[in-house]
């Protein structure tokens, strides 16, 4: 699996949009891009997953460039309750299931 | 809550004594999977059950771990001859069986080796 670089921390205003960037430069073109969160204290929440489109679900929004060697993860309108470790994990769809978290990005929304 | 139950939540033994920890995944769920997390990193993989059949072992699990899942439903984690080493946040998790499998995670069992 192809191995991603996030920034360790990132700080958000609540209320505003917060864009958690992931790099992933030596991507394989069956390799999907995968994001999980762990709010302290809890197990890790999966939240989108995309291949080279655009997805949005109902928490988040997955851009990933054209090239497919870099990825931001947006959530619209962040909440204190955003505050969380947010993972960035490269991994073929059809081969392999274990999932390679890495360190992530410490995201800290605050008021 | 995810539906993926652990227990216990939290574990405290001196070292070379053995553990046992149990996982209930969700129920209509074919795929187990357990992983450790140590404090600042990320979960690693540990390994990963289809139904009762284990089918992937990372190499972190050394012989002193043995899981099972004998009736492909709960699971068990065992670690014997416990070190201060093994202390860490073990997290279960299940998922269906399809390419992009959403796995859900329990809420870990925190283990801390004396």
């Known amino acids: 699996d192809a191995k991603t670089t996030q920034p360790p921390s990132m700080d958000c205003a609540e209320g505003r949009a917060a864009n958690l960037p992931c790099n992933h430069s030596?991507?394989?073109?069956?390799?999907?891009v995968y994001w999980y969160r762990q709010i302290h204290s809890q197990g890790p929440q999966y939240i989108i997953h995309g291949l080279k489109n655009n997805e949005t679900n109902e928490m988040a929004s997955l851009i990933i460039t054209e090239d497919r060697k870099s990825s931001t993860l947006i959530l619209p309108h962040a909440t204190l309750r955003d505050t969380a470790v947010y993972y960035c994990?490269?991994?073929?769809?059809?081969?392999?299931?274990?999932?390679?978290f890495g360190k992530g990005t410490s995201l800290l929304v605050t008021p | 809550d995810t539906g993926v139950s652990q227990d216990p939540r939290h574990k405290i033994t001196k070292r070379g004594q053995n553990v046992t920890f149990r996982c209930d995944p969700i129920s209509e769920h074919n795929r187990l999977y357990w992983y450790r997390q140590t404090l600042g990193q990320g979960p690693e993989f540990l390994t990963y059950?289809?139904?009762?059949?284990?089918?992937?072992k990372s190499r972190l699990l050394s012989d002193r771990f043995s899981a099972e899942r004998p009736k492909g439903s709960f699971s068990t984690l065992e670690i014997q001859r416990t070190e201060q080493g093994d202390s860490a946040m073990y997290l279960c998790?299940?998922?269906?069986?399809?390419?992009?499998?959403?796995?859900?995670f329990g809420p870990g069992t925190r283990l801390t080796v004396l």
């Open positions: 994990i490269v991994r073929a769809g059809n081969s392999g299931y274990a999932l390679n």
């Open positions: 998790a299940s998922s269906l069986v399809y390419e992009h499998g959403e796995q859900f």
């Open positions: 059950f289809q139904n009762e059949a284990q089918l992937e």
């Open positions: 030596t991507i394989s073109g069956n390799e999907y």
